[in-house]
């Protein structure tokens, strides 16, 4: 199946502070999430992106897909911003399943 | 909107034994995904049901099935359990298949084998 790499596997921050997490993909993908799972499991929908750029307040991400990269943007982060952020992939090819990345790791603090 | 519901929340068995969860898809939503987390795998694709028929499966043995119903609603069932079960069970739903569709997660199962 496909590969989905994310860097940096953590990553500790200032409150206040931008960061940028990436998601590597080996094969071409017909869906693309990403989501940040809070500290109860819960996995939350931040952007639905196969392809472009979007934002949403602090949070904006871009997918370029030719290059099989999605990048996800967190500027002035807050405490709350912690937690694990995955993104998920649908492999174009084998069409069967999502592939998970590992995650990344984030810790804001005050 | 509600979203997407999973019960119970936690549920505590032992080796052996069989359990049964159950996922609420957003109303008009027509396709549920099962996926089991576990700190040493991650997150694992188990299944996609799709208008009663399953899609799509993942490598897990046959000792974890499912099945939907006609209001979309999904269970799970694992038989036989070990300890290695234990894991937290996401459901998520979406309009159409999840292959071209956004997923929306439940906030998920623990289950506990003992």
């Known amino acids: 199946g496909i590969q989905v790499e994310q860097s940096p596997p953590d990553l500790i921050l200032q409150e206040g502070a931008n960061s940028t997490l990436r998601c590597n993909f080996s094969?071409?993908?017909?869906?693309l999430q990403w989501f940040h799972q809070n500290p109860w499991g819960q996995l939350i929908n931040l952007f639905y992106?196969?392809?472009g750029t979007k934002q949403n307040g602090r949070l904006s991400a871009t997918t370029v897909a030719t290059e099989r990269y999605s990048l996800l943007y967190i500027s002035s982060s807050q405490t709350t911003d912690s937690g694990v952020y995955f993104c998920a992939v649908w492999d174009s090819n084998t069409g069967n399943q999502f592939y998970f990345g590992t995650g990344t790791s984030l810790t804001v603090i005050p | 909107k509600a979203g997407v519901t999973q019960t119970p929340r936690y549920l505590i068995k032992t080796r052996g034994q069989q359990v049964t969860l159950s996922c609420s898809p957003i109303s008009g939503h027509r396709s549920v995904s099962w996926y089991q987390q576990t700190p040493g795998q991650g997150l694992q694709f188990l299944f996609e049901y799709f208008s009663e028929t399953q899609r799509n499966k993942g490598n897990f043995p046959g000792r974890f099935s499912g099945r939907q119903f006609s209001n979309s609603r999904s269970e799970m069932n694992v038989s036989t359990l070990e300890l290695g079960d234990s894991a937290l069970y996401l459901c998520?739903?979406?309009?159409?298949?999840?292959?071209?569709?956004?997923?929306?997660f439940g906030p998920g199962t623990r289950l506990t084998v003992l």
């Open positions: 094969d071409s993908v017909n869906n």
């Open positions: 998520a739903s979406s309009r159409l298949t999840s292959r071209f569709n956004e997923q929306f």
């Open positions: 992106i196969p392809s």
